[in-house]
């Protein structure tokens, strides 16, 4: 056991920093929550030009297609509890 405890065995614990963010994790400034996913370099920028096509931030399109794969999950429960 460390002399300070558990606390002072993780303060005293060097983590290696593996990877960046460009952005301050679960600081947002539309008030949501940030979550953050595992997506390669080259797929992650090449995403970032379909997106500007679009006129739209990763983050926003992201969000559209969340809302539409819940919207159509709901549709397929009430199909399926109405039986059609």
């Known amino acids: 056991m460390h002399p300070r405890g ?4 993780f303060a005293a614990t060097q983590v290696p920093i593996l990877c960046t963010v460009s952005y301050a994790v679960l600081m947002t400034t539309k008030g949501t ?15 970032e030009e379909v ?3 679009k006129g739209l ?4 399109d992201l969000r559209v297609y969340i809302n539409q794969q819940i919207a159509a999950h709901k549709r397929r429960l009430r199909a399926e509890a109405t039986g059609s």
Do not use: H, L, Q
Not at 57 to 60: H, L
């Open 57 to 60: 931030s990763r983050a926003a």
């Open 6 to 9: 558990i606390r002072g065995a």
């Open 33 to 47: 929550p940030g979550r953050v996913i595992r997506v390669d370099e080259e797929t992650w920028t090449a995403y």
């Open 51 to 53: 997106c500007k096509a």
